[in-house]
């Protein structure tokens, strides 16, 4: 047999293996060699294989090695040392194979004998808590502090733990004085024999910095006893991180948040006096006008510091509109300001509170009546669509319009583009139409002026599917077809998951996913956005159920859709797990890890 033929066998060898040339070194070795090993592949390349093999097995290895040249197979057991102080008992087979014209080349098999073990009993130990590890990883350093073992890396860091075996932990610190200093408290204390408590800042691969909350303790050679190394667990604790951020900054507002509160409530009374008085003595628009911006104001003020609790039930979405342009039209007579209104007579119920939509309905109207105040000819457009699973309001003013970074911005609370306004009507309104499933955003008109366009669900908001800790530790590769439309979407999750050790396949609609299942292309996942543009994404999920339930049960669905009624359906007739777009790539990567573990691996 020619090297040629036999590369791939050596590389996808389940077993530890190496090739050795006739000096002794080694020239090449597998993945499950640097595992097995404990050492990385260019710590292995060009160094002398009895390197690894303990003293008194060196002899028996060179008189091996030589039989081996003379084309004789040999089986032999030996104790190996690996990267991370401590031996294993392992038997040798190898063989010669012509590797060419200048050497030949013996590969070698590494398989454990079992026969010497405990080895690693901090990992039997752990074992158990190392599969239910969300959002941890856990690393054994050698004397020098360079990894020798990790696992969980990728869920953290999101660099491969095969990648860092041999490398300097202190690499994936974020080099700052008070975190050199905390490092270096860690090994003092381990090297003393005591544990560490503490937090380290820690560099992930997209350059984001994020707080892990460390456990540090001795690593000891099982026979000895002696101090060898470091056993270090983490935790990523950015959510404890800014949640104490958060709550602080809210300490801080508070006392501000509530005087304003109350100086709202204390107004909202004597202005809708003031209001009514004025609209009964015909006071003049400039007066009215002011008032009811003071009005709005307060409104505002309410709405945004009250929590939003809604009680949704399907509404005539027609008839709320209708009801609502009433009262500006009323309004707009004193002001030359045109409405006009292309609402469908039968337009379905939306599922909303009905006092909800109202008020945004009215703050809709109502930025679109400031927005054109004083400009001739100014004009209001108001229409209603029936979409799939949805209604769309858009109010279209032909004001001055929004400059070109205000569209994202008018949401924000305390952001206006108005002399004097709070900025929070729209944000408030928001909060109330995200509660009930819907969107709200806006939009810049071509030839000026805004839409501010709401979309609202025939159907009740969902939860969001739970989730449990899965296991964290992959094997060697996992294979995902990513199953989207949209080619930039799949891009970014090829990069990502590639990234965490998943070998990327794509598909941009159901009927050319079915087609890759069909070339028993082997694969551990199917993440299926459900709407693709040629309508085949249930339609793939029915043709998994009706005849590969094995990969249906490994499949993750994708939706971001604000209605998630038909989705649940399906979820309830196919099992498969559901996460919303846009994707939060870590709630994204424990839902997969959950279906594999479902699907038995």
Not at 463 to 485: N, Q
Request: charged letters at 30%; aromatic letters at 6%.
């Amino acid at each position: 047999m020619r090297k040629e033929a036999f590369q791939p066998f050596f590389e996808e060898c389940p077993v530890a293996a190496v090739t050795v040339d006739r000096a002794g070194r080694i020239r090449s070795c597998n993945r499950e060699a640097t595992s097995a090993l404990q050492r990385r592949r260019d710590e292995l390349v060009d160094t002398p294989l009895l390197a690894c093999v303990a003293p008194e097995d060196r002899e028996q290895t060179k008189s091996c090695f030589l039989e081996v040249f003379r084309d004789r197979p040999q089986a032999w057991r030996v104790s190996i040392r690996r990267g991370d102080g401590l031996t294993r008992r392992v038997e040798i087979r190898a063989r010669a194979l012509p590797g060419g014209a200048e050497e030949e080349t013996a590969y070698a098999f590494l398989v454990p004998t079992g026969a010497e073990e405990p080895l690693r009993p901090e990992l039997v130990r752990l074992a158990p808590l190392l599969q239910n590890l969300p959002g941890q990883f856990v690393a054994i350093l050698d004397a020098e502090a360079r990894i020798r073992f990790s696992v969980g890396l990728a869920r953290t860091h999101w660099h491969a733990d095969a990648d860092w075996l041999g490398q300097e932990f202190v690499l994936l610190l974020d080099a700052t004085p008070e975190n050199e200093h905390a490092f270096g408290a860690l090994r003092a204390h381990v090297e003393s024999g005591a544990s560490w408590a503490g937090v380290l800042w820690h560099g992930r691969a997209d350059g984001a910095r994020f707080p892990v909350e460390t456990f540090a303790l001795p690593s000891r050679d099982p026979r000895t006893g002696a101090v060898i190394g470091a056993l270090v667990a983490g935790r990523d604790a950015s959510a404890e991180h800014d949640a104490r951020d958060a709550a602080a900054a809210a300490e801080r507002l508070a006392g501000i948040g509530r005087f304003v509160t109350e100086l709202a409530r204390t107004l909202e009374e004597p202005v809708r006096r003031a209001a009514a008085a004025l609209r009964r003595a015909d006071g003049g628009a400039d007066a009215a006008a002011e008032v009811e911006r003071i009005e709005r104001l307060v409104g505002g003020l309410l709405g945004f510091a009250t929590d939003v609790a809604a009680r949704p039930e399907p509404l005539s979405c027609g008839a709320a509109l209708a009801e609502v342009a009433a009262r500006w039209r009323e309004r707009m007579a004193r002001v030359p300001v045109e409405l006009s209104l292309d609402i469908p007579a039968e337009l379905p119920a939306v599922y909303v509170d009905a006092a909800a939509l109202d008020h945004v309905l009215d703050e809709l109207f109502g930025n679109a009546w400031e927005a054109v105040l004083g400009r001739p000819g100014a004009r209001i457009h108001v229409e209603a669509t029936e979409q799939a699973g949805s209604v769309a309001i858009r109010v279209r003013d032909n004001g001055s319009g929004l400059p070109s970074d205000a569209a994202r911005r008018i949401f924000e609370p305390f952001f206006s583009t108005r002399e004097g306004r709070l900025g929070l009507g729209l944000a408030a309104a928001r909060r109330v139409v995200e509660a009930a499933g819907g969107r709200l955003w806006a939009e810049r008109v071509a030839l000026g002026g805004t839409t501010l366009a709401l979309e609202l669900p025939l159907e009740p908001a969902t939860r969001e599917l739970p989730f449990r800790p899965v296991p964290l530790e992959m094997p060697r590769e996992r294979s995902v077809l990513v199953v989207d439309e949209d080619a930039s979407s799949r891009e970014v999750l090829r990069r990502v998951l590639a990234r965490v050790g998943y070998r990327v396949s794509e598909a941009w609609s159901g009927r050319s996913a079915l087609a890759r299942i069909t070339a028993a292309e082997p694969l551990h996942l199917v993440l299926a956005d459900l709407r693709v543009g040629d309508g085949t994404g249930f339609w793939l999920l029915n043709r998994l159920r009706a005849d590969f339930p094995e990969v249906l049960r490994r499949t993750v669905v994708m939706t971001g859709d604000p209605s998630l009624a038909s989705v649940d359906q399906a979820t309830r007739e196919t099992g498969c797990p559901v996460v919303r777009k846009p994707l939060d790539f870590k709630v994204l990567l424990e839902v997969m890890d959950e279906a594999v573990a479902r699907a038995g691996g």
